[in-house]
């Protein structure tokens, strides 16, 4: 049974690999056009890999791509080449996207924090380890999330979220309110691809905070400055945010900011059943920002 499975699947993937390497070395070089950006097989290859992934593809898998590759990015990756060569995406904007990701900003760099009144977002410090990891321990903290952390995947943790900084010009900021750590809250790409309609290039946005610092607005306020610098500085259309259906807090959060429920997903990392799988996804143009009680 199980070996049949997996001749059945084998070939698409085999067949997706096979479609992806004509397309990136024969048929976009080919039909290169004088207004395109680019005509050599690699570059092809960084656009449209970059813009399925939401970020530089390099992050997340080891070339060559077309072998390593996810299947369903490397299908996404694919159909958005196809629709560069009918006419229906943009080279020239897709290039200036994965330019961007990959430190070519025309942007302004990030500055060190940002302040509204009591509040400042600010980049990470190790003095912020241990109350970040004293959170991430928290059960109460954590009750939305499938465990909690040790300090070791804590520390990993806010390593890799202050390292988006440097990958995309943004990222979750270390949150301050009168002085002290409390947590974290901003924007970065999501770091697996999600399951929802159109997910190349979003952007998600989040917050974790400590018990005592709940309740006092703290991460509704904290998310408005990071999405003005998102919306402002980083010229970001869009973001979206999600949680477990059962996260009211944060859902409220969301409502908040005035961000518009937009579907809902089974988190693909939980498995059938568990009462954290359904999830909500939240959208919020920069257009609409200042909405929300
Ligand atoms: C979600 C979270 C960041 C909200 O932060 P916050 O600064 O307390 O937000 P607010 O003060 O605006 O309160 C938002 C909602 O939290 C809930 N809340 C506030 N204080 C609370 C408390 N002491 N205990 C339980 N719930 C509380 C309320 O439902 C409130 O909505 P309401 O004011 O309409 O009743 C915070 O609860 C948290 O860090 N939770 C754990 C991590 C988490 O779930 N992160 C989100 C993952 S998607």
């Not at 698409?12 to 690999?17: L, R, W």
Request: proline share 9%.
């Amino acid at each position: 049974m199980r070996s049949a499975r997996r001749t059945e699947a084998a070939p698409d993937h085999a067949e997706v690999q096979r479609r992806w390497r004509a397309l990136v070395d024969e048929r976009l070089p080919a039909a290169a056009r004088p207004d395109w950006p680019v005509r050599l097989n690699h570059c092809f290859a960084r656009i449209l890999l970059d813009n399925a992934c939401g970020g530089p593809w390099r992050a997340s898998v080891a070339p060559p791509a077309w072998a390593n590759m996810p299947p369903a990015r490397l299908a996404e990756a694919l159909a958005l080449g196809e629709a560069v060569l009918a006419g229906r995406a943009d080279l020239a904007e897709l290039n200036r996207r994965s330019l961007a990701w990959r430190g070519h900003p025309r942007g302004i760099p990030a500055p060190r924090a940002l302040r509204e009144g009591d509040l400042l977002l600010r980049r990470r410090r190790h003095e912020d380890d241990a109350p970040f990891a004293a959170l991430n321990a928290d059960p109460e903290v954590m009750r939305f999330f499938p465990a909690v952390k040790s300090r070791r995947e804590s520390v990993a943790e806010a390593r890799a979220l202050d390292g988006r900084f440097a990958q995309d010009g943004f990222g979750p900021w270390a949150l301050e309110a009168s002085g002290a750590f409390v947590g974290f809250v901003g924007c970065w790409r999501p770091l697996r691809p999600l399951p929802v309609a159109g997910d190349a290039g979003l952007v998600e946005i989040g917050w974790r905070l400590a018990r005592g610092a709940w309740g006092r607005g703290l991460a509704t306020r904290g998310a408005r400055l990071a999405l003005a610098d998102a919306f402002g500085r980083c010229r970001l259309p869009e973001v979206v945010a999600y949680t477990a259906v059962l996260n009211t807090p944060s859902r409220r959060v969301m409502e908040r900011l005035g961000m518009v429920q937009a579907g809902d997903f089974a988190h693909p990392a939980l498995p059938e059943g568990h009462p954290l799988r359904p999830h909500v996804l939240y959208r919020l143009r920069a257009a609409d920002l200042g909405g929300g009680a």
